[in-house]
């Protein structure tokens, strides 16, 4: 699939026109090209249907603009697709490898090993000779990695003006973090570090907490995060962030009353 400049250009003019800019200007600055350019990719855009003279997108645009986007993530996927292939991946020897071996990938315990047993999922080559339990590097990537993701869990207690009582609010956390048997803890801010170590449980991750969970979930672990309210509020916009780059992933926020 190839994609010309000028398409890449035109739908990211749609695009902004979409988010509520129209005059050439704003268009040209958002889209970092000349105003001359904005005005001549108007015309053909207007010249094509998918606006009208009020730079509004009409129906045929929206149509464009979506088939457009799905275009240029299919050109997106396949060549990401094709550098996976041919880039060097880190894993660990499950045994002795020598360059050109050709190995099976796997995960355990969150983290890829490569060996010559014969199992099902991805292969690759060996790019760099190593011994079993050194690293090695894996190159032509063919075929699906098993794993299972994980999930994150965030626990909000209430905020610390509101605390009535240590030993009930940890016993409630420890109730819940044994029950479901998490992977790994982690804490947002001071009062939920005290709280752990009140309850006796020392937190896995202290500091980015929100990154560390899901890179946690990534390798197949599942985390509880515990936070005051207020601290989950002054880090939704970080929450956020990290569902847009991972959506695969299951976030779960709930109240500890």
């Known amino acids: 699939m190839k994609i010309s400049q000028a398409f890449i ?15 050439p200007s704003e268009i040209a600055t958002d889209v970092n090209i000349t105003l ?3 005005i001549y990719h108007l015309k053909i855009l207007r010249s094509n249907g998918y606006i009208d003279d009020d730079n509004n997108i009409t129906l045929n645009g929206f149509n464009y603009l979506y088939n457009g986007l799905s275009d240029m993530e299919n050109f997106f996927k396949s060549n990401l697709m094709e550098m996976d292939s041919i ?14 071996d050709k190995v099976h990938l796997y995960m355990d315990y969150g983290y890829l090993y490569a060996t010559k047993d014969e199992m099902d999922g ?3 080559i060996v790019s760099v000779p190593s011994e079993k339990g050194k690293c090695t590097g894996v190159t032509s990537i063919n075929g699906i990695i098993s794993l299972d993701l994980g999930h994150v869990d965030i626990a909000q207690i209430k905020n610390v003006e509101e ?13 819940i973090i044994n029950n479901k048997k998490y992977h790994f803890t982690g804490v947002l801010g001071e009062y939920a570090f005290t709280l752990l170590k009140y309850s006796g449980i020392k937190p896995d991750f202290e500091y980015a907490s929100i990154e560390s969970g899901y890179d946690a ?3 197949g672990f599942n985390t509880i995060i515990i936070s005051s309210k207020r601290m989950v509020h002054f880090y939704m916009d970080r929450i956020k962030e990290m569902q847009k780059q991972y959506p695969e992933i299951n976030i779960n926020v709930f109240t500890v009353d």
């Not at 250009?9 to 005059?23: D, F």
């Open 9 to 23: 250009t035109q739908i990211m003019i749609l695009m902004t026109i979409r988010n509520g800019k129209k005059r």
């Open 36 to 38: 001359q350019g904005v």
């Open 87 to 100: 880039m060097t991946w880190e894993a660990i020897a499950a045994c002795d490898l020598n360059k050109n």
């Open 122 to 124: 991805a292969t690759g």
């Open 163 to 175: 605390c009535t009582d240590y030993n009930i609010i940890s016993r409630q956390l420890k109730d």
């Open 217 to 219: 979930a990534r390798r």
